[in-house]
């Protein structure tokens, strides 16, 4: 039971892109610094798209060359383009992270590009990466099932891994985009992938619009996963499902493998303070619950009349 | 997959109990109505408690005597000593719900009794309903962790349920109180009280206090239970961590136990509009997830411009 779980930090990404107010650059950075002393394995700084396209995250240059990089810690940020590919790795990234969607309907939606035009640009991408020795991951959105086509087939997930893997992708990330996994098609789709690429490193991205978040994360842990993502106090969120929780939150992720005796490296107390400082940052609560309830470990002192008639 | 799970009711009984407003007698009268005709396979209606302890329920009887009584519902109450099993006969419930604490110290601060006498006055509860076919269940509070003393040993909880059983309670129902269960503890815990006492009826009770509600459901599925408490729209609460979330949500539950092949009995659609009356009902929000999001089969139209490009 102390098997080493590794845990990505997504929400300066996936977070601060659909914030209503633009996060102040220096508080970005000094966020991101902070969490780099928390034992995350990983953190998703920022996204090499058009400011255009996400002004929240128009600062990414700067934000990228201006964090500490803590040693044991892998820096990765979005890449959506050619471009992108470029601007990040001028940054001396550890990862580039590429994006598609399993689902047509999605990745017209979301990227304006089908999975087999995103499997093309996802070679130019890899081209211009070759040179340099960022790692290469690509997150597959609506792995679990897309909000306008509804079950996205098995079968069309395998071939786009495979597809995936053939282009040279290193790691991939299999994202429950819009919160409709269930655990047991998590479960099943995470053991086969394991099972399949035993090459590939699997990354599961849940999100909580269900309720079902940490219920998915013990299905793919269940069936061998060992890298989430998640984002501190439960940041990020689902533009088609106003008011609904977004992603999974970190500390709530750490504290529930933590209580169940996994080593996921990180400090939750260091955690738990960074998170307590978004409320402020952003101007607005946040769905983390163990802020709201404390670690399962907290005490409370016994009702005062118990001390009277003693 | 196809197998067979039981949902327990309890947002009438543990939910309204603490409501800060009394619900009228008519309107639980409605609300367990419609709840009996969703496929529940049990309502907790009300609680034989003392009108001066909680007032909220101070109309057990008028509630009992007055719901319909649907085939195939089980209609339980909690019962809290002799006095209390004797207004529930008169009202001829199917079950009565002895509730005790697995911990000294929760046990006095919310009961004035320790385990030892919990099982002291049960053995002449369970005197009084010996004569009727009343189901005799016991519901062990703080069995994953007491608020006050932290850990509360697994030998303990053994041997509680030893003593339960010796003294003829049928059904134990393993309750995560104030939501400090973790999934390995949780399917440690079930696995091991349904292999060492396989004649009595064991159903597990969650609350979500630390967002891991339904990620311990999973754990209990995978260790072979097949009864859970939930509350619709996930009221009830922990009075030790304000603003946290409480029971788990029944609709929540049910949700995604469909998702996953598996066969409730559960009318969902028929209980998330049960659910959507609570908000009006209460006069404030409920914590339930697929009222806000809409279940995972929910489409969203495309974009508009994707029709026009089109």
Redesign the interface.
């Known amino acids: 039971?102390s098997k080493r779980l590794y845990i990505q930090e997504v929400a300066t990404r996936d977070g601060f892109q659909i914030e209503p107010n633009f996060v102040a650059t220096e508080d970005k950075i000094a966020l991101v610094n902070r969490l780099s002393h928390t034992g995350l394995a990983k953190i998703e700084v920022t996204s090499f798209t058009s400011p255009k396209a996400i002004p929240n995250l128009r600062d990414a240059e700067e934000v990228m060359r201006s964090i500490d990089r803590v040693a044991g810690v892998e820096y990765t940020v979005l890449v959506p383009n050619v471009k992108g590919c470029e601007r990040a790795l001028s940054c001396q990234v550890d990862e580039i992270n590429l994006v598609m969607s399993a689902s047509d309907?999605h990745g017209?939606?979301n990227l304006r590009m089908t999975p087999q035009q995103s499997l093309a640009q996802f070679r130019e991408i890899i081209e211009v990466a070759r040179g340099s020795k960022v790692f290469i991951n690509a997150s597959l959105s609506t792995t679990f099932?897309c909000?306008?086509?509804?079950a996205v087939a098995e079968t069309r997930v395998h071939e786009l891994i495979q597809r995936l893997t053939d282009i040279g992708v290193q790691g991939i990330t299999l994202c429950d985009t819009t919160?409709?996994?269930?655990?047991?098609?998590v479960e099943r789709i995470s053991r086969e992938a394991l099972q399949r690429w035993p090459q590939t490193v699997f990354t599961l991205h849940f999100h909580?619009?269900?309720?079902?978040?940490?219920?998915n994360?013990?299905?793919a842990l269940?069936a061998g996963v060992d890298r989430f993502d998640a984002s501190l106090g439960g940041l990020g969120g689902?533009p088609?499902?106003p008011?609904?929780?977004g992603n999974i939150?970190t500390e709530?992720l750490v504290?529930?493998f933590q209580?169940?005796?996994f080593d996921t490296g990180v400090d939750l107390d260091a955690l738990l303070q960074a998170a307590a400082s978004l409320p402020e940052l952003l101007g607005h609560d946040v769905p983390?619950?163990?802020l709201?309830?404390?670690?399962?470990?907290?005490?409370?002192?016994?009702?005062k009349w118990?001390d009277a008639a003693s």
């Open positions: 039971m309907t017209l939606a099932g909000p306008f086509e509804g919160g409709m996994a269930d655990p047991a098609q909580n619009t269900r309720g079902m978040g940490l219920a994360a013990i299905a269940n689902c088609y499902a008011g609904a929780s939150c709530d504290h529930m209580r169940m005796g983390g619950a163990i709201k309830a404390g670690k399962a470990d907290r005490r409370y002192p016994k009702p118990m």
